[in-house]
């Protein structure tokens, strides 16, 4: 059974940084695409950034320049670096992968099967 589980959110003060976590295992980690959303009280799940099988990045807009996510194959871990971070980033961050290691997910929600439970980033002003 696939599981992603996330961890690395807490409470922040507007201006600094977090890294994220997420542990991957039931799947072959580094054959797959990963990526992370997010979700804030009252608004939809949003996409925040991708990595390809090969480690080749993607960014939402929103977050272009101040997020870095990462991969560590040997130890089925994908990372979210967040820096400069401001108040309109608290949300639950969530950790997803798509049904199988051939499928380039992308930006499309609907095309992450696996999800993680998420971990709460909280951005003080």
């Known amino acids: 059974q696939v599981q992603l589980v996330e961890s690395g959110g807490e409470v922040v003060q507007a201006g600094g940084s977090l890294r994220l976590s997420c542990a991957a295992s039931?799947?072959?980690?580094?054959?797959?695409?990963m990526g992370w959303f997010r979700q804030a009280p009252g608004k939809e799940r949003e996409f925040v950034a991708t990595i390809s099988r090969n480690g080749s990045p993607y960014y939402a807009d929103s977050v272009k320049g101040r997020f870095t996510i990462s991969r560590d194959n040997a130890k089925n871990t994908v990372h979210l670096q967040m820096n400069s971070l401001k108040p309109e980033d608290t949300a639950v961050y969530y950790c997803?992968?798509?049904?199988?290691?051939?499928?380039?997910?992308?930006?499309?929600?609907?095309?992450?099967?696996?999800w993680g439970q998420g971990t709460q980033v909280t951005v003080s002003s």
């Open positions: 039931g799947l072959t980690f580094s054959s797959y695409a």
């Open positions: 997803a992968a798509p049904k199988s290691w051939f499928v380039v997910p992308g930006t499309a929600e609907e095309r992450y099967s696996y």
